[in-house]
């Protein structure tokens, strides 16, 4: 059974920065391209960011420049580095891989605000 166990999120001010992880177990990680998503209150959930296999990555266009996506294949984590916040990033972030295939998370809440 695959879970995905996402961390670090908080509060943090606008133009501040924070870094999510997320564990994944149950799946051949390093076959799988992964994702980070976000749900904002009466929004549908986004993916904001995907890295493939091989490392290449793609952002949406709210979040580009300001947010990296990284995997460690032998720690079997992939990570989501927020720089620069906004106020309209504050949702709950959740990982899955590309296609969101599997049961999501409890994912972790992440607020921008001052």
């Known amino acids: 059974q695959v879970q995905l166990v996402e961390s670090g999120g908080g509060l943090v001010q606008p133009g501040g920065s924070l870094r999510l992880s997320c564990v994944v177990s149950?799946?051949?990680?390093?076959?799988?391209?992964m994702g980070w998503y976000r749900q904002a209150p009466g929004n549908q959930r986004e993916r904001v960011a995907s890295?493939?296999?091989?490392?290449?990555?793609n952002y949406a266009d709210s979040v580009k420049g300001r947010f990296t996506i990284s995997r460690d294949n032998a720690k079997k984590t992939v990570s989501l580095q927020m720089n620069d916040v906004k106020p309209e990033d504050t949702a709950v972030y959740y990982c899955?891989?590309?296609?969101?295939?599997?049961?999501w998370g409890q994912g972790t809440q992440v607020t921008v605000s001052s």
């Open positions: 890295i493939s296999t091989n490392g290449g990555t």
């Open positions: 149950g799946m051949i990680f390093r076959l799988r391209e």
């Open positions: 899955n891989d590309r296609a969101a295939t599997y049961q």
